[in-house]
């Protein structure tokens, strides 16, 4: 017959047993959470930003002079910085830009730099696909110069006066406008974006196999007010070509010849043509490199070349100002692009021609630039991506200073690594006990620089922080924004080695409101209050899930501005400009969540430690402190849902 214990203290005993192996379990259990973590994180990183083992031996040339009509310098004498050319060439000779044919760079209007791939030379003609629109543009401003055209408010039944009865019966087509034409905003109904070229179902295929592609177009319907919106299509430049038929008394490739490519010295180069004989100005074009360099500097000397005004200013002006929005950061004008870019802090605005595959005549008019691309005319977004990489990484932080910028990141990253060193020396001395918190600091140092610092030493580090309702909400804000934006950082990631750039879109709500949750909030509080780690992930949905709402509530406005102010278009895990853009959305989202913090603190609800310090002794703060229900945040959590919505509301705008 089994005895039982009658020691007084037995209970006890088995109590405190049972919670040491409880403690113990959870510290094996956050040990291996927080270390796999720091390892995804550490390997993930480290896999981003690898480079290549070694360099080509890369030598710069000044570009030969021949009868083209250039003048030539080298990089130094036209202030572009050489070092950051010749690693350039060094990359892309290492491999990864098997697709290049050309990039040429005219600063000050000489040609400083030049050079070809994959057999290309200085005669090579290439395929400059939509580029080709842009030449076009030019073309209408060189006609009202001359008065065959009166301006971009002239109506379409007008310009095509053969349509006109056919215009005219149809009350939105009546309103067409050649300014609409030049936009890209008529409404006309099409597509040809669903289906890739060279299918059927493209519209701008069947357009170019249509024995009357004007007659093809103007059937179409109009599903929406010409001038509200854009919409991509190249049957608004294939109008463009029958305008100047008609105002002009010859093919659009003739008239170019006359008023444009002569003037320019062009004499090298293909125009292709419609089934029925009209220039083909969607993307027939093929230029030579140093060709398309004269069409950028034409724009960049506002419309001059070599004494002669070929174009009128107020033209190249009104033609490369932004008319439209396509999206964040793209903006559009009479058939050439704008976007915004930036070379550390500072930004610059360009205005461009772009082709399908990566064409490019890019005309800096602040650094007195063009630069010119062309490609194998294929992978459009995988080309397009690689020059923006070349553009953002190199060719900009060549011919821009950025001295004032450079200055303030690494002053900033100096402050960032002197925090992180007192960190590492706190952590030696055994002030901040345990691997995970040693991770979270850490992270926060990293990410917030010398205001997580700050936060530090103003909450967790000091004596009293745990009972002061203000310092104990900074620590929950950066402790709370930390794991969201480092489930933003590890998205990124993912997304730069493995996931389609789309998927960022939908995946950045729960990847940032998981990893918040269930290695931040969750494991926080198994470690203070001694419970199971499962049981912690039941408990903290609550709280997690609201303060990732305020936290995405003040993060996504911030990044939204930066992108806009400077938009990154290619993401660098080793560029100061992404790391400073992070502590920017940080700090925005600490400041929003702070208010919440600072409630749950005040009405004594936690998700924060349950545990003072004390110079190295750590021990409970006392009884009172408890998790939150939804009887005590059902308004934080009705805020938070709004604030949901909204976030998930302007995602699917930016999906859309």
């Known amino acids: 017959m089994a005895t039982r214990s009658l020691h007084p203290g037995g209970s006890a005993n088995r109590l405190r047993a049972r919670s040491i192996r409880t403690n113990d379990t959870n510290r094996n259990l956050l040990s291996r959470i927080h270390l796999f973590g720091l390892w995804i994180i550490v390997i993930l990183f480290i896999s981003a930003c690898s480079s290549k083992e070694a360099k080509t031996p890369y030598e710069y040339q000044i570009p030969e002079v021949t009868s083209d009509g250039w003048d030539t310098a080298s990089l130094a004498d036209a202030g572009l910085d050489s070092g950051t050319i010749a690693t350039m060439m060094g990359d892309i000779q290492d491999g990864g830009f098997d697709n290049l044919h050309s990039l040429v760079i005219v600063k000050d209007g000489r040609l400083v730099f030049e050079t070809y791939f994959r057999g290309h030379n200085e005669s090579s003609i290439d395929f400059v696909a939509s580029v080709t629109k842009s030449v076009t543009s030019i073309l209408v401003g060189i006609a009202i110069k001359q008065g065959l055209i009166e301006g971009p408010d002239q109506y379409l039944s007008e310009l095509l006066p053969s349509y006109a009865d056919f215009l005219n019966a149809d009350p939105l087509k009546r309103k067409l406008q050649l300014r609409h034409i030049l936009t890209m905003t008529s409404g006309i109904e099409w597509d040809e974006e669903t289906f890739p070229y060279g299918d059927p179902q493209n519209d701008a295929t069947s357009m170019e196999r249509n024995p009357d592609p004007v007659k093809f177009i103007l059937d179409?319907?109009?599903?929406?007010?010409?001038?509200?919106?854009?919409?991509?299509?190249?049957?608004?430049?294939?109008?463009?070509?029958?305008?100047?038929?008609?105002?002009?008394?010859?093919?659009?490739?003739?008239?170019?010849?006359?008023?444009?490519?002569?003037?320019?010295?062009?004499?090298?180069?293909?125009?292709?043509?419609?089934?029925?004989?009209?220039?083909?100005?969607?993307?027939?074009?093929?230029?030579?490199?140093?060709?398309?360099?004269?069409?950028?500097?034409?724009?960049?000397?506002?419309?001059?070349?070599?004494?002669?005004?070929?174009?009128?200013?107020?033209?190249?002006?009104?033609?490369?100002?932004?008319?439209?929005?396509?999206?964040?950061?793209?903006?559009?004008?009479?058939?050439?692009?704008?976007?915004?870019?930036?070379?550390?802090?500072?930004?610059?605005?360009?205005?461009?021609?772009?082709?399908?595959?990566?064409?490019?005549?890019?005309?800096?008019?602040?650094?007195?630039?063009?630069?010119?691309?062309?490609?194998?005319?294929?992978?459009?977004?995988?080309?397009?991506?690689?020059?923006?990489?070349?553009?953002?990484?190199?060719?900009?932080?060549?011919?821009?200073?950025?001295?004032?910028?450079?200055?303030?990141?690494?002053?900033?990253?100096?402050?960032?690594?002197?925090?992180?060193?007192?960190?590492?020396?706190?952590?030696?001395?055994?002030?901040?006990?345990?691997?995970?918190?040693?991770?979270?600091?850490?992270?926060?140092?990293?990410?917030?620089?010398?205001?997580?610092?700050?936060?530090?030493?103003?909450?967790?580090?000091?004596q009293q922080a745990m009972k002061a309702t203000l310092s104990k909400a900074l620590g929950m804000s950066v402790f709370s924004t930390t794991g969201t934006v480092t489930g933003l950082i590890l998205l990124t990631v993912l997304q730069k080695l493995f996931l389609p750039g789309g998927s960022v879109i939908l995946l950045v709500i729960p990847v940032t409101f998981l990893v918040g949750w269930l290695t931040f909030i969750a494991a926080l509080t198994t470690s203070t209050r001694h419970i199971r780690y499962w049981k912690a992930v039941r408990q903290t949905v609550l709280t997690a899930f609201i303060s990732a709402c305020f936290v995405l509530a003040g993060l996504f406005p911030m990044l939204v501005f930066l992108s806009l102010r400077w938009f990154p278009t290619e993401v660098d895990l080793t560029s100061p400009l992404f790391w400073i853009m992070m502590t920017a959305c940080s700090i925005a989202g600490a400041v929003v969540i702070y208010p919440f913090s600072f409630w749950m603190a005040r009405r004594k609800l936690d998700y924060w430690p349950v545990q003072a310090v004390y110079g190295r002794e750590i021990r409970p703060e006392g009884d009172g402190r408890r998790l939150p229900t939804l009887r005590d945040a059902w308004g934080a959590l009705l805020l938070g849902l709004i604030v949901f919505i909204g976030i998930f509301g302007f995602l699917a705008m930016s999906l859309g």
């Open 220 to 462: 179409r319907p109009i599903i929406r007010e010409p001038g509200t919106q854009f919409q991509y299509s190249g049957a608004k430049t294939m109008l463009l070509s029958a305008i100047l038929q008609e105002a002009t008394g010859m093919t659009a490739a003739d008239y170019a010849k006359q008023t444009l490519f002569d003037p320019l010295g062009i004499s090298q180069y293909r125009w292709e043509a419609y089934l029925d004989g009209h220039t083909n100005t969607d993307g027939g074009l093929n230029m030579r490199p140093r060709d398309m360099a004269k069409i950028g500097q034409l724009m960049l000397n506002n419309g001059q070349w070599d004494g002669l005004q070929i174009v009128s200013p107020e033209w190249v002006a009104e033609s490369t100002q932004a008319h439209t929005t396509v999206m964040p950061g793209i903006r559009y004008g009479y058939q050439w692009w704008r976007e915004k870019q930036a070379i550390y802090l500072e930004s610059v605005d360009p205005y461009f021609a772009a082709g399908f595959g990566g064409q490019l005549i890019s005309v800096y008019p602040n650094q007195n630039m063009v630069v010119i691309v062309t490609s194998e005319a294929s992978n459009h977004a995988e080309n397009s991506s690689r020059i923006m990489f070349l553009r953002n990484k190199y060719i900009l932080p060549a011919a821009v200073p950025a001295l004032l910028s450079k200055m303030i990141l690494w002053s900033w990253t100096i402050l960032t690594a002197g925090g992180l060193v007192f960190l590492i020396l706190d952590i030696a001395k055994g002030r901040i006990r345990g691997f995970g918190w040693s991770v979270y600091w850490l992270l926060i140092g990293a990410l917030f620089g010398p205001v997580g610092l700050a936060a530090y030493l103003l909450s967790y580090r000091h």
